[in-house]
T-cell receptor, first 114, second 114 residues
């Protein structure tokens, strides 16, 4: 079975500062990794995903994430945040062979202050 | 084009009643997922359809929950003898295929069981 732990429930940060949202996962098999974002009053949308190959993945809106197999982590980063990045961010995993079930973390609320 | 739509957007019912929640996926998407999201939590997988068949229903919590997708497009999640603990936002997502294809989420149906 897979599980996902998002280490911070809330992250307040000032505008134009860098941010890192942490995600650790547990799995006995290889997985695909995802970050989703949920803006206020909107549905979830995909930010980026790791399938294989390069461990640094770039997504939409200037976000990137790095897959670290030894630490079983997939932290999300952005070098300079905007007010509009205020949202809930979810890390998720799916086993990469014969897997359909996507397991989500509890989410991290990013609050960008002016 | 049109995204995933879900109806109703809100549903209030009484304990013990039967409810149906509808999901209209993006046209041409063969894969469809149902999730349940409780307050302060990430989406919890319920069931995955590939075409008309449920390829993975391991997330359905008990036999009061049932989902169908008779023509491989619209899906209905059915909950019998509702309980207060069923109160949550029910999310639907569709994709072109199995993971790691990107899932596109609908806005959700907020179910409140009194």
């Amino acid at each position: 079975a897979q599980s996902v732990t998002q280490l911070d429930s809330q992250v307040p940060v000032f505008e134009e500062a860098p941010v890192e949202l942490r995600c650790n996962y547990s799995s006995s098999v290889s997985v695909y990794l995802f970050w989703y974002v949920q803006y206020p009053n909107q549905g979830l949308q995909l930010l980026l995903k790791y399938l294989s190959g390069s461990t640094l993945v770039k997504g939409i809106n200037g976000f990137e994430a790095e897959f670290n197999k030894s630490q079983t982590s997939f932290h999300l980063r952005k070098p300079s945040v905007h007010i509009s990045d205020t949202a809930e961010y979810f890390c998720a995993v799916t086993r990469n062979t014969g897997g359909f079930k996507t397991i989500f973390g509890a989410g991290t609320r990013l609050f960008v202050k002016a | 084009g049109a995204g995933v739509s879900q109806t109703p957007s809100n549903k209030v019912t009484e304990k013990g009643k039967y409810v149906e929640l509808r999901c209209d996926p993006i046209s041409g998407h063969t894969a469809l997922y149902w999730y349940r999201q409780s307050l302060g939590q990430g989406p919890e997988f319920l069931i995955y359809f590939q075409g008309t068949g449920a390829a993975d229903d391991s997330g359905l919590p008990n036999d009061r929950f049932f989902a169908v997708r008779p023509e491989g497009s619209v899906s209905t999640l059915k909950i019998q003898r509702t309980e207060r603990g069923d109160s949550a936002v029910y999310l639907c997502a569709s994709s072109l295929g199995a993971p790691p294809e990107t899932q596109y989420f609908g806005p959700g149906t907020r179910l409140l069981v009194l």
